[in-house]
């Protein structure tokens, strides 16, 4: 199968490369995702969505390189017995949001179920549980540690002690937020980038902004912990600080806001001490 590629990011094109049928053939779904390496047409990285009459349907760039010790060597992104768009029917969009938020938080996050009569939590069918638990082990490969579990309601009442210090979740419902972090202004960047999760049709298309969102995150925030150990003698920081050395090391522009979500997930993720962060 012969294709045109156009890089996403500086638009060089190159005609008439040649993709093999038999990835195709090797997988079930109807679009194929292909990571194109640094220095095969351009100085740029980026990933494309083929279809099976070899129409590309979208291109998507990769803004962080990893490291090479991190880097998951494949051109063929295996999502075959993943069911996106059933997980999104039964997840509000609002509770994913709060979900992934609770995550890059490091929280423990109880997820509630009861019978079919709830519509948009019908999680009498294990396929549903499998699903979900997939789903977040492919998005949060290499980044971060996710603990999710997810009980009949039934169960969490019987228990509820145990769950104290646990985020716990019922469709739109927060039934427990220890320590109020589904509060915080930050957790709207989360809804901005799951919105766009629910809202993309194309499931491979969809999967993958969540996982390019969370490298991306995870990225970041390594990228911040070493400028606050070159700075550790420091009293306090300006946001001006971090926003200067991510442009000038890593030419990254990120708003206030941004920095502040990354601050958050750093000192709560990670349990790292930082110095008083300060606007000006």
Not at 95 to 109: F, G, N, P, R
Not at 229 to 241: M, P, R, V
Request: glycine share 2%; net charge neutral; proline share 2%.
């Amino acid at each position: 199968m012969i294709i045109n590629l156009k890089c996403p990011n500086c638009q060089k094109l190159k005609r008439s490369v040649n993709v093999l049928d038999i990835l195709f053939k090797n997988s079930k779904k109807s679009l194929l995702a292909i990571y194109i390496n640094e220095g095969f047409m351009c100085d740029h990285h980026f990933q494309v969505y083929i279809n099976k009459n070899g129409k590309v349907r979208s291109t998507q760039e990769i803004d962080i390189q990893f490291e090479k010790a991190n880097v998951i060597k494949t051109t063929l992104i295996d999502l075959d017995d993943l069911d996106i768009n059933k997980i999104k029917f039964h997840i509000p969009v609002k509770c994913m949001a709060q979900i992934i938020w609770s995550v890059l938080l490091d929280q423990k996050i109880v997820l509630l179920f009861k019978s079919s009569d709830i519509p948009f939590l019908d999680f009498e069918d294990p396929f549903i549980i499998n699903q979900i638990h997939k789903l977040f082990k492919y998005i949060t490969q290499i980044n971060f540690d996710y603990k999710l579990s997810l009980i009949t309601e039934k169960n969490y009442k019987d228990e509820q002690l145990k769950y104290d210090d646990y985020i716990v979740l019922f469709g739109d419902h927060i039934i427990n937020d220890p320590h109020k972090i589904l509060k915080m202004d930050e957790i709207k960047i989360v809804y901005e980038f799951v919105s766009a999760f629910y809202k993309e049709e194309v499931e491979i298309i969809a999967v993958n902004i969540l996982k390019k969102e969370l490298d991306r995150t995870y990225e970041l925030t390594k990228y911040i912990i070493n400028f606050l150990d070159e700075n550790q003698e420091s009293k306090k920081l300006f946001i001006h600080d971090i926003e200067s050395f991510l442009n000038e090391k890593y030419n990254i522009k990120i708003k206030e806001i941004g920095i502040k979500y990354l601050l958050q997930i750093i000192v709560n993720y990670y349990k790292t001490k930082i110095p008083s962060i300060h606007k000006k």
